[in-house]
């Protein structure tokens, strides 16, 4: 039985995803009216520019957003503008005024959370943001509900597209960064400005808010540990291939327990050899996974298309259609969970593998030298490979040395690489990557 009281909406926003977002509010009408058990009616659409050749009609166009997500005839705002502000503003304003709110907005989440989810507790309405982290994949709403009882101990995952396509190119033709980039953007998958990207702002912000569902605490994105791909060259690439592993930007979360019995978060982005042989080393080009470990559910695995209009839209018309829902039956979903507070653990506080690869001086007993080194600072060597190094008419002009380390925290890494700097033997460290994804 449909409700006579129409559900309305005002969506802010008309890109990428917000003109995906009408289009099924449009198209889906009465299949979304029987879901809700009220029809969704758009009340307005909110755009910088108003014009006649927008693809809605022009009445319900307007650049007065203030105006817009404060009107009686609105309950639920869908925020699709970005970046921090106006959305900010806006939001706050919505909420101020009792209405629920859907954003795919990570930028603004992983600063405001805080801000965001008190006014929308002070408002007891709906604040929902499954969009803003790998677009389609359903990965919010399973770690704040089905998860609900469980333990999460780790979330790990490939969360930026346009990343993840540089280095499978990388990885597939042997090409350079500078040319995967350029590839990236003919295709349309890196903007003309790549930060936000290439140097993991856009994964450190996803991270910040899987962290702090996953874990029951305020995460921002200053509290995530990062690192790009911008200095990832093909030598890593054809090491990580030698080692059986592939390179992938990760976000991980994770619970960690010190040496003094403290739990702590630790959330922090960065390229990582992954073994081929792992559910992530498969996921290739614009696509995203995202792998969740809890104590009682083991793994699970969410993969899929992380970015794009009509994916990015879906899972915003599914919150829209949750927070219709509640609003019909007069409830609310699932508030902030923020009652563990955990800290938050320094990178050297972190226990993981690691690739060092050095250019070192060709010549007897400098393996020897090298491996002391790792061992005066209690950093154990797994592997270690030795390769000669060419100039451009095949002629050995140097050596390569690659070490592959069992696990040992980030602090005693970080003094083991400062220290290999120092010596004669080694020219330089050329790259520090870390291995994810071995279990040991
Ligand atoms: P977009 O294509 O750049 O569209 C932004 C829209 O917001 C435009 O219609 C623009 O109006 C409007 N807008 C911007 N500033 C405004 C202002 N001050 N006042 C009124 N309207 C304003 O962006 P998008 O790609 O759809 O992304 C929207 C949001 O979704 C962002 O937060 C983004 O991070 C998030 N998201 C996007 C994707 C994706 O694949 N695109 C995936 C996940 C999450 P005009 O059209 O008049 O300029």
Redesign the pocket.
């Known amino acids: 039985m449909l409700n006579e009281e129409p559900v309305g909406v005002a969506v ?8 995906e977002v009408v289009r099924i509010i449009e198209d889906s009408a009465d299949d979304l009216a029987a879901r809700i058990g009220a029809p969704l009616v758009l009340r307005g659409v ?5 014009a006649a050749d ?1 693809g809605v009609p022009a009445e319900l166009l307007t ?1 007065n ?1 203030e105006e817009l997500v404060s009107r009686d005839d609105v309950d639920i705002v869908v ?5 921090v ?3 900010r503003k806006a939001i706050l304003l919505a909420l101020e005024h009792g209405k629920s709110v859907v ?6 989440l992983s600063r405001s959370t805080g801000e965001l989810a008190d006014a929308a507790e002070r408002a007891r309405v709906d604040l929902y943001f499954e ?2 982290v790998a ?1 389609a994949i359903p990965v919010i709403r399973p770690l704040t509900q089905s998860l609900a009882g469980d333990t999460v101990r780790r979330v790990a995952g490939i969360v930026n597209g346009t990343t993840n396509y540089i280095l499978s190119e990388m990885d597939s033709t042997g090409t350079d960064y500078a040319s995967a980039l350029a590839d990236a953007r003919a295709l349309g998958y890196a903007e003309a400005d790549p930060t936000a990207d290439v140097e993991g702002f856009d994964a450190a912000a996803k991270a910040a808010i899987l962290a702090s569902i996953a874990f029951h605490t305020r995460v921002t994105a200053d509290d995530v540990y990062r690192e790009g791909i911008s200095n990832i060259t093909p030598d890593d690439v054809a090491s990580a291939r030698a080692l059986g592993c592939t390179i992938k930007l990760l976000s991980i979360c994770e619970r960690i327990t010190t040496a003094e019995g403290q739990q702590r978060v630790s959330a922090r982005v960065y390229p990582a050899l992954v073994p081929s042989s792992h559910p992530l080393a498969t996921v290739n080009g614009a696509f995203n996974a995202v792998v969740v470990e809890a104590e009682a559910a083991g793994r699970l695995m969410f993969y899929g298309q ?4 009509a ?2 839209a879906s899972a915003v018309t599914g919150d829209l259609v949750m927070a219709a829902r509640n609003r019909v039956q007069g409830s609310r979903g699932p508030r902030e969970s923020k009652y563990a507070q955990l800290p938050i653990a320094p990178i050297g506080d972190i226990v993981t593998r690691y690739y060092v690869s050095m250019d070192v001086a060709d010549k007897p007993g400098v393996l020897s030298t090298v491996a002391a080194e790792f061992a005066q600072h209690e950093v154990s060597i797994a592997e270690v490979r030795q390769e000669g190094v060419a100039d451009e008419d095949g002629r050995r002009v140097g050596a390569r040395v690659v070490v592959v380390t069992h696990r040992a925290p980030e602090a005693a890494l970080s003094e083991t690489v400062a220290a290999l700097a120092d010596l004669d033997a080694v020219q330089r460290v050329a790259s520090v990557l870390r291995l994810e994804g071995t279990g040991q």
């Open positions: 802010l926003g008309l890109g990428n995803v917000g003109s909110g755009v910088r520019r108003v927008r650049d957003i925020e699709l503008m970005g970046p502000e106006p959305a954003t795919a907005n990570k930028a603004l969009a803003a677009g992380g970015a794009g209009g994916p990015t």
